[in-house]
């Protein structure tokens, strides 16, 4: 079993950026692929970007695609999701999530997730 614990998150004004990491612990983390998916209050939890277990490919949202990046450190067992020119429409709580899917897009696809952390986006 492996435990998420999601960590940056935070207010900041448009077009400005955070770094959101990811710390794994108790399984075998290098062996699953690592996604990142957001829950706006009243609104399902969407896909936003992946990486995969060696970290050799990402892919992205088209919403997010171009602004927000993702790498991990194996050795280290942590995933970051760096998100630039961030939008009011970014706000949300973003959460962590492995799979043994390879670059999963569905939530349901996911084994084990993090608590979440917000982002808040102001205009």
């Known amino acids: 079993q492996v435990q998420l614990v999601e960590s940056g998150g935070g207010l900041v004004q448009a077009g400005g950026s955070l770094r959101l990491s990811c710390a794994a612990s108790g399984g075998s983390f290098s062996t699953y692929a690592v996604g990142w998916f957001r829950q706006a209050p009243g609104q399902e939890r969407l896909f936003v970007g992946a990486?995969?277990?060696?970290?050799?490919?990402?892919y992205f949202a088209a919403s997010v695609k171009d602004r927000f990046a993702i790498s991990r450190d194996n050795a280290k067992n942590m995933v970051w999701l760096s998100m630039n020119s961030l939008k009011p429409e970014d706000t949300a709580v973003y959460y962590c999530?492995?799979?043994?899917?390879?670059?999963?897009?569905?939530?349901?696809?996911?084994?084990?997730w993090g608590q979440g952390t917000q982002v808040t986006v102001s205009s």
């Open positions: 999530g492995v799979t043994n899917y390879g670059l999963g897009t569905q939530s349901y696809q996911y084994d084990y």
């Open positions: 990486i995969t277990d060696d970290g050799g490919k990402t």
